[in-house]
Nanobody, 123 residues
């Protein structure tokens, strides 16, 4: 089992920034594609961003393009989500996930999930 722990969430004003981190327990972190998802109350979990195992390709939901950046540091077993120009509609619990990387934009594409970290953006 791969254990994932998110951190970095909090309360921020609209237009502000946050950087989320996800630390993985596995020794084979570099072999996993990583994704970020979010879930707001009453909504299904939705795709935000993903990065391939090599870090050579990244993918973003339309809502995240131009504002969010996903990166990874395989030496530290960590994936990051830099979020800039935050909006109230970004408010959600953010989850990181690990998967084989055959596909990246759906919940079913991932095998392991973190516990989530709350992001709240005030207007």
């Amino acid at each position: 089992q791969v254990q994932l722990v998110e951190s970095g969430g909090g309360l921020v004003q609209a237009g502000g920034s946050l950087k989320l981190s996800c630390l993985a327990s596995t020794r084979t972190f570099a072999n996993y594609a990583m994704g970020w998802f979010r879930q707001a109350p009453g909504k299904e979990r939705e795709f935000v961003a993903a990065i391939t195992w090599s870090g050579s390709r990244t993918y973003y939901a339309d809502s995240a393009k131009g504002r969010f950046t996903i990166t990874r540091d395989n030496a530290k077993n960590t994936v990051y989500l830099q979020m800039n120009n935050l909006k109230p509609e970004d408010t959600a619990v953010y989850y990181c996930a690990a998967g084989p990387g055959l596909a990246l934009a759906n919940v079913r594409d991932y095998d392991y999930w973190g516990q989530g970290t709350q992001v709240t953006v005030s207007s």
